[in-house]
């Protein structure tokens, strides 16, 4: 039997007693691995491995359903996703139910083994979608494109990509011929305010399945994913032009586009730890683990669901305290111009609202811009960095989902 569970995590180990958990945990799991919920000291010695981004197993037999909780609340504050193996004797001991139970507290998966199996379990680790620090550049990272596809074809055409796009209907087809040894990175927000939300999605999609790009999904892009899977969602922000857009679309292709967005990962860590690109900007701790609150800070940035006069989510300037060595490219909060902050690039310009379509060569830290051919969409706000929150406030860890804007 084989168990597949993330690299990074905290698993929990349910047994009939705590020495039959902790003999699994130790068959299964590195000795440096293995805490034992004896201890006193557990959830200190816990916690350190997760701060370095270090597996926990940890034996969870006959505890409370408060434990369980308070083992999940550790796993939340360290964004590791808490797994579950349920070792099932013949019985009265841990079942289905006990799965249920601990699937209802947080776990999940929670995994179930017959006694029987227990040693012959084989435990896979599974890279988390994020963890990509293998993948080394050059790279070219394009901000937030909305729509403007005539601006994307100029901006790739500057950096040495050909584009060509051929065909309308279902026959419409993008090709494009990246420059010798580099890549394309898009920050999310492919679609909305713009006039040509298709193209720019054929030429990313076409981009990702050819191996010179790679991709992020913006809060746009969520927004659009749940319209292309039936939802009821509201049409603002520019997802109204976007379905009016895609109704000249046909099936396969908005099939296509859903599968595409829901495919890609929070976040990217690349460059062996030295790159990271999220489409609102990523906390340093975040780097590379893929929980709830992390997809969430990804794709909104930091904010707790508050509104201001405008009516548009407060968005707070995190970038403004961010001390890590990992260098950051985002987008989502438009700006004048591309500048540096503290190891953090935003370079989402604006160019549905006029301004410009901006792109960061890297390793070069070039900043490479094309003008918006006209304002497709008016802005809800002047462009600027977002609020910076008072000193000594740490940036919201959980948070409510914020109002779409």
Sequence with gaps: MKIA???????????????????????????????????????????????????????????????????????????????????????????????????????????????????????????????????????DIIGDVHGCADELEA???????????EGSGDDRRAEVEPPPGRR????????????????VLRIAMAMAAQGCALAVP???????????????????????????????????????????????PGHLWLEGGRLAVAHAGILEGMLGRAS????????????EGETDETGLVVRYHWAAAYRGETAIVYGHTPVPTAEWVNGTLCIDTGCCFGGKLTALRWPEREVVSVAAARMYAQPGRPFGHPLARPAGHRPARQRRRPRYG
């Design 218 to 264: 913006g809060n746009h892009d969520v927004k659009l994913v749940k319209w292309l899977r039936g939802a009821n969602v509201r049409l603002t922000h520019g997802l109204d032009l976007t379905v009016a857009q895609l109704a000249h679309e046909g099936t396969a292709f908005r099939e296509a586009v859903r599968d595409f967005l829901l495919a890609l």
């Design 292 to 303: 709830e609150v992390v997809r969430e800070f990804c794709l909104y940035g930091d904010t």
């Design 155 to 165: 901006l790739l055409g500057r950096l040495g990509y050909r584009v060509r796009l």
């Design 5 to 139: 569970i993330p690299e990074f995590c905290l698993v929990a180990v349910v047994a009939s007693s705590e020495a039959e958990g902790l003999a699994f945990a130790r068959r299964h799991f590195a000795a440096g691995e293995v805490v034992s919920r004896g201890s006193e000291a557990w959830p200190a010695t816990a916690a350190e491995l997760l701060a370095k981004r270090e597996l926990v197993a940890l034996d969870l037999s006959e505890a409370a359903v408060q434990k369980q909780i308070d083992v999940i609340r550790l796993a939340k504050r360290f964004y590791a996703q808490p797994v579950a193996i349920v070792i099932c004797a013949p019985a009265g001991s841990p079942d289905q139910r006990t799965v249920r139970g601990l699937e209802s507290t947080g776990f999940r998966p929670a995994h179930l083994v017959s006694v029987r199996d227990a040693d012959a379990v084989e435990i896979e680790r599974v890279r988390l979608p994020p963890d990509l620090r293998h993948e080394h550049g050059p790279f």
């Design 184 to 199: 394309a990175i898009f920050v999310g927000d492919f679609a909305d305010r713009g006039p040509r939300s298709p193209d």
